[in-house]
């Protein structure tokens, strides 16, 4: 089980991280800090650069965080919350990932919920330093908070929409 963890932990934090440097440079195929500030202006997002800024960060630490089994709650709870704000980006276009669909932002959700759920494994951060088992209420409130987080995110940097300009939003109601 802690090769499976470790494994798990690995993929899918270096993923969420390689993701965010996406967001604020061009390594990794990424379109540097313009390009990603654009991404969440386009996405219907404020705050443009620092809104991007924050994103990547939030994603290049938690997956980093994950990936060592570091503070691993609270780790999963970042990466549940700006996986979340994915979510709701994606959540006009349905659920499967080939039409541009939250799938896949919902499976990273997912996997970090379960890795609060089963803790990071023997061969972690956490372990070596005595910090597992960590405590069920500190568990449980990783699990709310980081996608409720994500969703107040969503919610308080929303733009609203320009009257007469059609948004991503307005053109999938149509």
Sequence with gaps: MDTGLLVLRLVV???IAGHGVQKVSFRLGGNGLAGG???FRHDGFRGGRLTALAAGAGQIGSGLFLAAGLL?????????GVMTVAG???WHNGLWVQNDGYEYPLVLVVVAAVLVLTGPGRWSADHA?????WPLWISLAALVTGPAAGLLT?????RPPVPGRRTPYAQAAD
Excluded: I, Q, S
Excluded at 72 to 80: G, N
Excluded at 129 to 133: F, R, V
């Design 13 to 15: 934090g270096l993923l």
């Design 129 to 133: 330093l005595g910090l597992t088992p």
């Design 88 to 90: 709701t980006v994606k």
């Design 72 to 80: 691993t709650p609270m780790a999963a709870m970042a990466a549940m």
């Design 37 to 39: 500030t654009e991404e």
């Design 154 to 158: 969503r919610v308080v940097l929303r």
